[in-house]
């Protein structure tokens, strides 16, 4: 009755979270009566139901470790960390000294889980951590310690609680050469499921990763197999992409031979390793396959691409040169076996990651034609670069042979694969990300996408943790079959200065549009405006300014970039703008500062109508955000001099063919979402390069071949944007179907069972960060010695001090924020025991003692005012 009241009030919810008395002590008559109705399934529990003990420590001494009462009804048991309807639950059970040994008791899979590996989420590339201490940053992951199989203490854990690791090695052959496998797995009897990863031509990010990420794996139950291609650089270099399916193939069907493989497989990676990825579930689900191939159930594509043609071609409008040069060079020279040696290796190494211009690149790309680019940055010819430029379409037959598309998500050999692809929104594949999301969603019906902030180095060095978190949960859910699905098809995090991190979820991608913002190009000093310039078709302003805009594009200096660089780790995601907006090639348009806050959540686009003194030419267009514009007094900030700090948020670039008069463009520069707070403007960049991350055109005589001919660069050329034509950007603003990541907490005060019945259900849920209570807080606080406080003594106790700190400690171990803190009741009259003066305040100067001492803490997911107090005086002490 209380559940469907509260349904009618609020709307239909999934899930109900209790704490305090939800459930008088055991021994009330009353209460066991009315438990044993649903015991028995006389009566059914509406929705699904978890609670905690706090008033009473009868369930906790009953069953310590949890356990389901009846369909739909459990109880959490002591403390630990769930992963419950897509959230990440914390829980504390149990009031004050009666929690006893309880709380303390930790069991070896949780001590397995406690010595952990978060920190093996933040892999990167060997030569990015190299490089990266080099330039100064810091980029470290967790070593383990291999266990010795067959302990003779026979238990099956090291005396840390770490299962014993059971490592194999063999080689196998395939159809493009051979493949060095490792396997780490624990000491059990039972089949269990394998988490593959294939490093491809990375063969030194193997030895990583079999440290990194191993171990975690291990102990959370699975086996870890790992590969890669070794051999002559023929065998592996000129081979990229080709091989992949071919080998994993040989892996799977290697795998599917051996005893403790219960036939599911669960594949991931960052980049190139979650293309390898893509191909290893292709050559699982082959309609040839033998039946006792295993099949990929789960995989998590992070940053990645499940082909590479339309990225490195710029879907037609031009070539990635400095991606794919950057890339072969990693497979050629950066991460060999054999030159991963002496002083000069190192001193590439840091050329590649620490400087903004990768020695060689510019020189290299200087000539033409530019197929001799590989030669002069790593000494020989690759069949993939210079094969690429003979046959730039993906249907013909270089790409067709598995160089391209690893996976067509069209054929299942049984139950279709569980996808979730993870992108970032400055990252160089996101858009093929996107695309790979929408067909996983055409094809299974229940793919997920998240996409977080930052460029392709940026999500890992920034998010690895996260990363590294969600694909656990994906595996748990779709490999171990233990987990809970989240609502949401779309999760994605809102660009912001802000702190703390903000999310935003929708149910389909591209994310329901919301109402359109026009802005109109013109001259002068705002070039963003609401209404067409006057002269154009369309205008009603009194503006009479008819000044055409324009640029030159000279190919022998063409026009950089900053920022969204691929595979530049100097250049990487979004970056300041300034210098870019300085130079005279660059047409730098900005919107008067914003008077009130918009989001802008889905694709930007621009319509120019243009002329150029060339007959092809590029156009790239880029959206800005600048920051706090509103405080800058220097008049000249909107040409890009001095001024606020201009921030990239997308962009793309197009190979215009002028062949009237006025030429129309239309043009996405892909999808963002972004908060633009008052005082912020709106600016938008055009001019025609960004070389090197997209090689310049040329401007070549007619009829000579843009990337094959040998003629020296052509004049530059001038572009104009037509005054008397409405050019614009057009930005999507938020969908009210475009939902916060929030949380709902409502309290409820029923009868007999007092005050500490509080139940929380959850509409939306927002995600919490304990990061947000780093500062410890000052509290003076007493035991109470009366016997008519029948609330839980928290504060206070030892016991569930350590019971804290242990909680602490594990939720930690995740770097992955909690969703969901759910904690005994503060006891009645306990306010006044905190001294007023040294009362804990929020950032807004409230104090977290409620006035009402049952309430939860407002808009915190977190109820009881009591483990707010103890989370912070743990982090007081370390």
């Known amino acids: 009755m209380v559940v469907e009241m509260q349904q009618k009030k609020v709307g239909a919810f999934n899930a109900l979270f209790a704490a305090g008395s939800f459930l008088p002590a055991l021994g009330d008559s009353e209460a066991g009566a009315v438990l044993s109705e649903f015991v028995s399934g006389k009566r059914q529990v509406p929705v699904d139901t978890y609670f905690i003990d706090s008033r009473s420590a009868a369930f906790l001494q009953a069953a310590p470790e949890g356990k389901q009462l009846c369909e739909r009804m459990h109880f959490l048991g002591g403390l630990g960390v769930r992963q419950l309807h897509g959230l990440r639950v914390a829980f504390l059970s149990g009031r004050g000294a009666e929690m006893t040994v309880a709380l303390l008791k930790r069991q070896a899979a949780e001590k397995a889980q406690s010595r952990g590996f978060a920190k093996g989420g933040r892999w990167v590339f060997p030569g990015l951590v190299l490089a990266g201490r080099l330039a100064g940053r810091r980029v470290t992951w967790k070593r383990f310690r291999m266990p010795r199989a067959g302990r003779a203490d026979g238990a099956g854990t090291d005396a840390g609680g770490l299962p014993d690791i059971l490592k194999e090695e063999t080689q196998l052959e395939t159809p493009f050469g051979r493949v060095e496998v490792v396997v780490l797995r ?85 980049s190139l390793l979650g293309n390898t990825a893509y191909a290893t579930l292709a050559a699982s689900h082959a309609p040839d396959a033998p039946p006792s191939r295993p099949l990929v159930t789960a995989l998590v594509p992070a940053i990645s691409f499940s082909r590479i043609q339309p990225t490195v071609f710029v879907r037609g409008q031009g070539l990635a040169a400095e991606l ?180 935003l979820e929708c149910g389909a991608w591209p994310p329901p549009e919301g109402a359109r913002w026009d802005l109109f190009l013109a001259p002068g000093h705002v070039g963003l405006r609401s209404e067409p310039a006057a002269g154009a078709a369309g205008a009603t302003g009194a503006d009479t300014s008819t000044e055409p805009l324009s640029y030159s594009y000279d190919p022998r200096d063409p026009t950089p970039y900053a920022g969204d660089g691929w595979l530049n780790l100097q250049r990487d995601g979004p970056q300041d703008q300034r210098e870019v907006e ?49 405080k800058d007094n220097n008049p000249l900030a909107a040409l890009g001099i001095g001024g606020a700090k201009s921030v990239n948020l997308c962009e793309n670039i197009a190979r215009v063919k002028f062949q009237e008069e006025v030429t ?20 938008l960049h055009i001019c025609s390069a960004a070389h090197p991350r997209w090689l310049r055109h040329p401007l070549q005589p007619p009829g000579e071949d843009w990337l094959l001919g040998d ?29 916060d990541l929030e949380a709902a907490f409502h309290s409820m005060k029923h009868g007999k069972h007092g005050p500490g019945g509080t139940l929380v259900w959850l509409h939306r849920v927002r995600r919490y960060d304990a990061a947000t209570y780093a ?66 305040t929020d950032p807004d100067g409230r104090g977290l003692v409620s006035r009402d001492p049952w309430d939860p803490v407002d808009g915190q997911g977190c109820v009881g005012d009591s483990f707010e107090l103890q989370f912070r005086k743990c982090l007081k002490v370390g």
Not at 248 to 265: H, I, K, T
Not at 471 to 486: M, S, V
Not at 666 to 680: I, M, Q, Y
């Open 582 to 630: 300085r130079r005279q090639d660059v047409l730098v348009l900005s919107s008067a500062p914003l008077e009130e806050q918009l989001e802008v959540v889905g694709e930007v686009t621009v319509s120019l109508f243009l002329s150029c003194s060339a007959p092809e030419c590029d156009v790239l267009a880029r959206l800005c955000v600048v920051r706090d514009a509103v």
């Open 324 to 503: 794919a040069l950057r890339f072969l060079w990693l497979a050629e020279v950066g991460l060999r076996k054999e030159r991963a040696t002496g002083l000069g290796y190192l001193w590439k190494m840091f050329g590649f990651f620490g400087l903004g211009e990768w020695p060689g690149l510019a020189e290299a790309l200087a000539q033409r034609p530019v197929a001799e680019a590989d030669r002069r940055l790593w000494g020989r010819a690759n069949e993939l670069w210079r094969g690429g430029q003979m046959a730039r379409k993906a249907s013909d037959a270089f790409w067709r042979e598995s160089r391209d598309r690893q996976f067509h998500f069209d054929h299942f050999r049984e139950a279709a694969p569980r996808i979730h692809v993870i992108a970032g929104w400055n990252d160089m594949f996101l858009a093929q990300s996107l695309e790979d999301f929408m067909e996983a969603q055409r094809a299974t019906g229940s793919a997920r996408l998240t996409i977080f902030t930052g460029g392709h180095f940026g999500v890992v060095m920034s998010h690895a943790g996260k990363v590294a978190a969600e694909t656990g949960r994906w595996y748990q859910e779709h490999l171990a079959l233990e987990g809970e699905a989240r609502p949401a098809a779309v999760r994605m995090q809102l660009i912001t200065d802000e702190e703390p991190e903000e999310w």
């Open 186 to 270: 624990p000491q059990t009897a039972g089949p269990i499921p394998t988490v593959a990863v294939n490093v491809g031509c990375y063969y030194t990010l193997a030895d990583t990763l079999e440290r990194a990420e191993g171990p975690r794996y291990v102990s959370q139950g699975y086996a870890y197999l790992l590969w890669r291609a070794t051999g002559a650089l023929e065998e592996v270099a000129d081979q990229v992409f080709l091989r992949w399916r071919g080998d994993a193939a040989v892996v799977l069907d290697w795998l599917g031979q051996q005893r403790w493989c219960d036939g599911r497989v669960g594949c991931h990676g960052y």
């Open 711 to 739: 003629s020296e660069v052509g004049a530059p050329a001038k572009i104009t944007i037509l005054s008397e034509r409405p050019s614009r950007l057009r930005l999507s603003l938020r969908s009210s179907e475009v939902v």
């Open 775 to 840: 500062k410890p807080a000052r509290a003076s606080v007493s035991r109470s010695d009366s016997a008519e406080d029948d609330g839980p003594d928290f504060v206070g106790t030892n016991y569930t001090t350590n019971a804290v700190k242990k909680l602490i400690k594990l939720a930690k171990e995740d770097p992955s924020p909690i969703d969901l803190l759910l904690t005994a009741e503060w006891p009645r009259g306990m306010e006044e025991r905190v001294e007023e003066a040294e009362r804990p």
């Open 664 to 683: 129309r463009l239309d043009l996405s520069l892909g999808f963002t979402a972004c908060r633009f707070r008052p005082g912020d403007q709106v600016r």
